[in-house]
C-alpha cells in the first residue's frame, strides 16, 4: 500500500448549506458598533460576512491543542503546529441577500511545502464556491491561502518588518480588547486559542499577547470603506497578512483611493509604524 503524502488531498472537496439568517448579522453590528447598517428581510450583507455561515461544527472530541480541529479531515494532516490565515482573494459575482439558502463547495487546490529563515512552510490554497440557492453561478469565489510553520523559536524575526505609509486620505484607529476577540470568536465558531486564551498564547506559541483575527481585520478594512462610501458596490478584494496585530495596543486602518481609477489601497498600520496588513478593492 503506498504512503499517503500531503499531495493527495488536493482536489479533496467539502460540502455546506447554510441559511443568511438575522441573528449573526445583528450580532456582528453590534461588536463592530454600527448603528445604521439596514437590517430587514432581503437586505444584501456586506463583503466577507459570509464568515458568519458555513461554520465548523466539528465535534468536542475532534478538536486539537490550539483549539482548531484536528487535521487530516478535510484540511491535510500537516506536522508544523502553527496555523495562520496569510491571505485572500475574493470575487463578488452578485449579491448574497438575508433569507438566502446557501450552499459552499470548497476544494484543496494546491499544496506546496517550502523552507524559509524561519523552518520548514507548507502553504494550503482553498477555494470556496459560494452558491444561492437555483443559481447556477456562484454569488462568491474565495481563495484562501493558509500558511502552516514550525514551533516559534526565541531568536526568530518577523518576517516583514516594513514601514506603513502614515498619510492617507482615510484613517480611523482601533483600541481592541479581549472582548472584541472573543465576541468575534463565538461569532465565526473559532475555537483557535491565540485569540482568547492568554495563558496558552503565550507560554504555547511565544506570542506577547492576544492575536487579532485577520478575518477580523480584513472586515474592519472593508468596513472603513462602507464609512466613506455608504452605497458602494465592491467588485472584490484581496488582502495579505505581514505581521500580527496584538490586543496590547491600538492600531491603525488606512484608505487611499486611486485617482482616476476604480480601485483602494488599503492596509493596517500597527503601533509602531509597521505594515500588518496590506489590502486592495475593486469598486
Known sequence: ???????????????????ISFTPIKALSATLDLEHIELKERSKIRELWHWLYFLP??????????????????????????????????????????????????????????????????????????????????????????????????????????????KSKWFREVVPDEVLLFRYSALTFNGHRIHYDRKYTIEEEGYPGLVVHGPLLATLLLDLVYRQLPHVNIKEFRFKALRPIFDLNSFSLHGEPSDGSNSIKLWVKDHDGLLAMEAETTI
Open 1 to 19: 500500500m503506498s504512503k499517503i503524502t500531503l499531495k493527495d488531498w488536493i482536489g479533496k472537496q467539502e460540502f455546506s448549506n447554510d441559511i
Open 57 to 166: 461544527m466539528h465535534h468536542q472530541k475532534e478538536i486539537g491543542k490550539d483549539g482548531h480541529a484536528r487535521r487530516g479531515v478535510f484540511l491535510p494532516p500537516v506536522a508544523l503546529p502553527r496555523r495562520m490565515w496569510a491571505s485572500g482573494k475574493f470575487i463578488f459575482c452578485s449579491d448574497i441577500s438575508i433569507g438566502d439558502k446557501v450552499k459552499r463547495i470548497s476544494t484543496i487546490e494546491n499544496i506546496e511545502e517550502k523552507s524559509g529563515r524561519t523552518g520548514p512552510l507548507v502553504f494550503v490554497k482553498v477555494r470556496h464556491d459560494v452558491y444561492v440557492e437555483h443559481n447556477v453561478s456562484p454569488s462568491l469565489i474565495e481563495h484562501q491561502y493558509i500558511v502552516y510553520r514550525d514551533e516559534k523559536r526565541k531568536d526568530e524575526r518577523e518576517l516583514v518588518s516594513k514601514k506603513a505609509n502614515s
